[in-house]
């Protein structure tokens, strides 16, 4: 079956079979994003099952340790361009899954192995958000890791190392705020509309909480959660500004240097147009207040 998405303007199709249980555990999160009809897609996605044979293609990257957070085994580049992604379990050597990108970047084939579990549905859920990135950077689409609020038809996201509490503070927004609600908790979209006004959009992609949701908002501010024993919140400088979206900025690093430089060029762009802040807190509800009130009256 041929399904149609829209995430954050960009159209992108994804084929599969019926009968794959990976797809079938997934597809759920995307069918909020379901589209009658587009303009030509920027990127055409194909899964299949079929046995991984050895690919001999030239390593660009692999991790240098296994780990929490590390979800490919090795990336690799053929003489034609194209760039194949090797996804595995940190306890196995070969591969479940194995994506190809080609050369100009709008088509993937993704192949799972035919003994597939149920559960490689985090692997397929990661190569697809791949992807979408490789496929969009271009035209100044970024996901970003971090946990994104609405409030007062804005979008207020939250960025930061694994466990300093950016969900744990959205949270805090939720339920302490009238009005607050979740947008994403994972991976939000960035992209600049057509009047020049920074947007942040839902996603397929949320995490370890559900949250698929296809709603949109502009940015209100862009603000990094720091652990700590009072509730302040500070405005970056332009410099610290660029430096802390850059670290939470999904990135590749081979991606090619054409799509680096736009990298670059977005998250400036963002930097002139988005306030971006610093907020040292405690998890609680009077942190969720003195953000939102800092922000509101920048």
């Not at 079929?50 to 780990?67: F, K, M, Q, R, S």
């Not at 500070?234 to 979206?245: D, F, N, V």
């Not at 942190?287 to 922000?295: E, I, S, V, Y």
Request: aromatic share 8%.
């Amino acid at each position: 079956m041929k399904e149609l998405y829209i995430v954050a303007q960009n159209a992108f199709t994804v084929s599969a079979p019926d009968s794959l249980r990976a797809w079938n555990v997934l597809k759920h999160r995307f069918s909020p994003f379901t589209a009658a009809s587009a303009t030509k897609p920027v990127l055409e996605v194909e899964i299949t099952a079929d046995e991984l044979t050895e690919c001999d293609a030239e390593t660009v990257y692999e991790p240098t340790h296994a780990g929490i957070g590390v979800i490919t085994s090795r990336a690799a580049r053929h003489d034609d361009g194209s760039t194949v992604i090797e996804f595995k379990h940190i306890d196995e050597t070969r591969p479940c899954l194995r994506m190809k990108m080609s050369p100009d970047m709008n088509r993937a084939d993704i192949i799972v192995s035919p003994e597939h579990r149920a559960d490689d549905s985090y692997f397929m859920a990661h190569a697809l958000m791949i992807a979408f990135m490789l496929a969009t950077c271009g035209n100044g689409t970024l996901l970003i890791h971090s946990s994104a609020v609405m409030f007062e038809d804005k979008a207020y996201l939250f960025q930061g190392k694994s466990g300093t509490g950016k969900s744990t503070h959205a949270t805090l927004w939720v339920d302490n705020i009238a009005g607050a609600e979740l947008l994403n908790d994972d991976n939000p979209v960035i992209r600049f509309g057509a009047d020049g006004v920074a947007m942040a959009y839902g996603s397929p992609w949320s995490g370890k909480t559900p949250c698929y949701r296809n709603v949109e908002a502009p940015i209100g501010a862009m603000v990094r959660i720091v652990r700590d024993r009072e509730n302040t919140l500070k405005r970056l400088a332009p410099l610290a500004a660029y430096a802390s979206l850059t670290a939470s900025v999904f990135y590749l690093p081979f991606i090619s240097d054409k799509l680096k430089e736009v990298r670059h060029k977005t998250i400036e762009r963002l930097v002139g147009a988005v306030p971006c802040c610093e907020m040292h807190c405690r998890p609680d509800a009077e942190a969720a207040m003195t953000c939102m009130n800092g922000l509101i009256n920048q």
